[in-house]
């Protein structure tokens, strides 16, 4: 099934399921790719697509640039000064700037929510947002689904146990919604402080590894520890962390014993949300989903049109 | 299945469809009398089945033949212009190409552009020693210079008309026919 194009990616609420699935369906021959000799296609020939990333990242641009590159655009990475306060004016004069350039995609992470939907509404090239604040990161969210999807031959009724700190992550809000659109069941593992203020009811709340691992997940996925956040009032030490909601080594034979699947957006701090031997377990998906977002963002990139809608 | 109620005129019955088959697969099987194995490739959509007719009669006189398909839709030249995305369906190669004697299949050749954007990805796929081309009909409008090494039937048409094929395999019948045509590039 053919679909029309979309000018921009912003969060996973407003996409149909007939979206999602388009975008999961066709990463699977953008994967495929991989294992040729020549690991590009002609796709994006001669369009360009910019990153624009006002926090520090770079796995997620990393794999934006590697997806680009395989689908042959040209890509260019507009360097903001770190150090800069940036306010609603001056992202707006850089959309500007990107407009007289002529870019056909840009790709942006801001520490504020809502900043891709204000440049999206400002430029004629497509806009995917990178991750904004505590609000989306839809790409992550599509290539978490992709390797749920790889590993569920029916995705419906799987449970995934997703622990840390909810509250203050967008990868969880993203994640969390993609899983339960896709028929998964979703529960939360995290302290007091760190559980999201507002949670669907049909979302189970555990406070414990225990009570959690009772309710028998498939699929165990941490979200990383911002060491930024560990100075705030309410929230724990890395080692307080570690002890109470970390991947301890006891639990990662747990996680053996019941073969429960294992996954982490990155980067991983080891010794907080995870170990060492955790980071060695045999039924980490790790290094798949790391895989995946290339060929995810590649199948993203090929359905969004400039100018379009 | 039933036919498609704008259809013009046929051009190939069942039997006309068998006959070029038969032709195309004996040209093949006399070409290359001393090459141990040959790769059929057949071009998504009706390639395919075009592709797996060959093959079934090529290994039918006892020819080792491999057999692949690809989507060239990654590779088309008009994909910025399309008002909508075509869902991919992937290209599956799983023999190795390198130095294989490959022939490339698809139902029609026309503007070529197909045909232009099916040897690009076959070659990023690996070094094949040669390259043909079979096609089941040869319509005359090149828009670049490709010309089929195979072609059971040769065709000149007016603009506003498109050949259309169909294969027991998929279809469930083997038949050429022409049916109106409303844009040139839809």
Partial sequence: ?309 | MTQPPDKLRQLLDAAGVARCLDEIAAAINAHWKDEARIALVGVYRRGVPFARALAERLRARGREVDFGKIDITQYRDDLQTMTIVPKLEGSDLDFDLDEAVVILCDEVIYTARTSRAALEELLDFGRPRCVQFAVLVDRAGRELPFQPDYAGLRVDLPQDERVSVRFTDGDGFDEVFVRPWPTKNA
Avoid: C
């Fill in chain 1, 1 to 309: 099934m053919s679909i029309t194009p979309r000018k921009d990616l912003l969060d996973i609420a407003s996409l149909t399921n007939e979206e999602i699935e388009f975008v999961l369906a066709n990463a699977v021959p953008f994967k495929d790719l991989f294992k040729r000799s020549v690991k590009k296609v002609p796709t994006l020939k001669g369009q360009t697509v910019l990153t624009l990333f006002y926090e520090p990242s770079t796995r997620t641009r990393s794999s934006f640039e590697v997806a680009a590159n395989r689908l042959s655009a040209d890509v260019t990475h507009f360097d903001i000064e770190s150090s800069s306060v940036v306010k609603g004016e001056s992202v707006l004069d850089t959309v500007e700037t990107l407009e007289s350039m002529r870019v056909d995609y840009i790709v942006v992470r801001h520490k504020q929510a809502g900043i891709p939907n204000l440049i999206a509404k400002n430029t004629r090239a497509s806009v995917i947002n990178a991750g904004d604040g505590w609000h989306a990161h839809p790409t992550q969210a599509l290539l978490d689904a992709f390797t749920m999807r790889e590993k569920f031959k029916d995705m419906r009724g799987a449970r995934a146990l997703i622990v840390g700190d909810l509250q203050h992550s967008r990868v969880a809000r993203s994640t969390s919604l993609i899983f339960r659109r896709l028929g998964m069941n979703v529960a939360y593992l995290a302290p007091g402080s760190m559980m999201p203020r507002e949670t669907p009811p049909e979302i189970p709340q555990f406070g414990n590894w225990t009570d959690a691992l009772d309710w028998k997940p498939d699929v165990v996925y941490l979200l990383r520890v911002q060491s930024e956040r560990m100075d705030e009032p309410f929230f724990p030490s890395a080692a307080e962390y570690h002890k109470n909601y970390g991947l301890t080594d006891a639990r990662v034979q747990i996680l053996r014993e019941r073969g429960l699947w294992l996954m982490h957006p990155g980067p991983v701090n080891r010794g907080v949300e995870i170990t060492d031997l955790g980071m060695s377990y045999e039924k980490s998906l790790i290094n798949q989903q790391v895989e995946n977002g290339i060929a995810v963002r590649m199948s993203v990139l090929y359905w969004l049109k400039p100018g379009a809608q």
